[in-house]
């Protein structure tokens, strides 16, 4: 089985895309919604850092190692 993933742009045409492919017998819809939590504080992350011992130069020197 293979596995094809859509990306809708106009959500008031979803539920006619999805009744139209549902009448093909070979095809299985499953749905999945990528929400963003609205809930996310942003702060919370604050001091994620704190009581470590690295700087930011370190972070990038890691962030941005190339293996040449």
Not at 11 to 26: A, G, H, R, T
Not at 52 to 66: F, I, M, P, S
Request: net charge positive.
């Amino acid at each position: 089985m293979q596995k094809i993933t859509l990306m809708v742009k106009d959500d008031s045409k979803i539920s006619f895309f999805l009744e139209l492919i549902k009448q093909f017998d070979f095809i299985e819809v499953q749905r999945s919604s990528r929400s963003i939590s609205k809930d996310y504080n942003f702060f919370e992350s604050a001091g994620l850092w704190k009581d470590r011992n690295v700087t930011g130069d370190q972070l990038r020197e890691q962030a941005w190692k190339r293996d040449n």
